[in-house]
């Protein structure tokens, strides 16, 4: 059983930074892709950045959002099973309920969102202006 587990949140002010942490349990997919969603009040659910493990990009090709390209950078470290989503320059808009969610996916391109099979119970990020 997958599980996912974040943790990083909590309340900042605009400008300053986070690191989001999602630790990962019963892994066993070789191909997959990993990241992190976002959820504001009264949004949608939108994602944000992933990373993928592949036949043709073992090295982990990533994918951002066009609001967090240049100030997100999404990572894992293997040997702790842990993807890191480092937030910096933070804006209020970033303020959201963000989730880490995985799929086993040996595909080309990225998977919409209803593919994702697992997910993490969230984790608050409140940014004030």
């Known amino acids: 059983q997958v599980q996912l587990v974040e943790s990083g949140g909590g309340l900042v002010q605009a400008g300053d930074s986070l690191r989001l942490s999602c630790a990962t349990s019963?892994?066993?997919?070789?191909?997959?892709?990993i990241g992190w969603f976002r959820q504001a009040p009264g949004k949608e659910r939108e994602g944000v950045s992933f990373?993928?493990?592949?036949?043709?990009?073992?090295?982990?090709?990533?994918w951002y959002a066009d609001a967090v390209k240049g100030r997100f950078a999404i990572s894992r470290d293997t040997a702790k099973k842990t993807v890191y989503l480092q937030m910096d320059s933070l804006k209020p808009e970033d303020t959201a309920v963000y989730y880490c969610?995985?799929?086993?996916?040996?595909?080309?391109?990225?998977?919409?969102?209803?593919?994702?099979?697992?997910w993490g119970q969230g984790t608050q990020v409140t940014v004030s202006s």
């Open positions: 019963g892994f066993t997919f070789d191909y997959y892709v």
């Open positions: 969610a995985t799929v086993e996916w040996a595909e080309s391109g990225w998977p919409p969102e209803y593919e994702y099979d697992y």
């Open positions: 990373i993928k493990n592949s036949l043709t990009s073992t090295n982990g090709d990533r």
